[in-house]
């Protein structure tokens, strides 16, 4: 089975979703899927359907560079870690690698609030991803 057969109910909820310069190809044996998905939800139903089909992201024959649409509408969430970074990552979960960090006390964007332990962030630089959601508060 190809990747692009083993990824078409994810590369199909892409496109149904709406997600926008959509390119998918495939290179040494990893499927690549970039785009811009219209809010934080469609790019967490994505995650969702990816782990629907890999379990955990255990096989690493995805990479996955969808982000939100900056025009979204977000809120703002400071990070309260007790002193150190807050680590950024590429998908919801700590196996997912490292795409940014975010300092003690910085007030961050808030995409989408994915589930109750991970939110989808962005940074002021621009890095997108998932943030553990103990460690951010609302602003008021």
Do not use: C
């Not at 495939?26 to 219209?38: F, K, R, S, W």
């Not at 998908?91 to 994915?114: F, N, R, W």
Request: no cysteine; charged share 20%; proline share 4%.
């Amino acid at each position: 089975m190809s990747l692009q057969d083993k990824y078409k109910q994810l590369t199909d909820a892409a496109t149904a979703a709406g997600v926008s310069n959509l390119q998918v190809r495939e290179q040494d044996n990893v499927l690549y899927i970039d785009g811009t998905a219209p809010s934080g939800a469609v790019k967490d139903e994505l995650w969702n359907t990816y782990d629907s089909i890999d379990p955990n992201f255990t096989s690493g024959d995805l990479v996955m560079n969808v982000n939100v649409d900056v025009a979204a509408s977000v809120t703002k969430v400071k990070v309260t870690t007790e002193s150190s970074n807050l680590n950024i990552r590429k998908g919801p979960g700590t196996d997912q690698p490292i795409v940014g960090k975010a300092a003690h006390g910085e007030i961050i964007t808030l995409v989408s609030q994915s589930n109750a332990q991970w939110w989808l962030v962005r940074t002021d630089d621009g890095e997108e991803g998932y943030a553990y959601a103990q460690y951010l508060t609302p602003e008021a």
